[in-house]
């Protein structure tokens, strides 16, 4: 695998090294994980929003073609 070094503050790095990782990176790796959870989470429960502030007529077009685009799908495979 290839490396690169990154500049950090002091205080970040403190902050890594507090975090109690095996390493900078494993602690690193970590962090970004939880953090791209959080957003996919944080976008999903607002798509469930946006979807829930349908009007009736608005979710009924949009089931219809969601349908539609499944069907395209199905058999394949």
Do not use: C, H, N, P
Request: charge should be negative; charged fraction near 30%; glycine fraction near 6%.
């Amino acid at each position: 695998m290839k490396t690169t070094t990154v500049k950090l503050s002091v205080e970040t790095r403190d902050r890594i090294r507090a975090l109690g990782g095996e390493t900078y990176e494993d602690t690193i790796v970590e962090a970004l994980d939880v953090l791209e959870a959080s957003r996919f989470w944080a976008q999903a429960d607002a798509a469930a929003a946006w979807r829930r502030s349908l009007s009736s007529s608005e979710l009924e077009r949009l089931t219809a073609r969601e349908a539609e685009v499944d069907s395209a799908f199905d058999g394949i495979g």
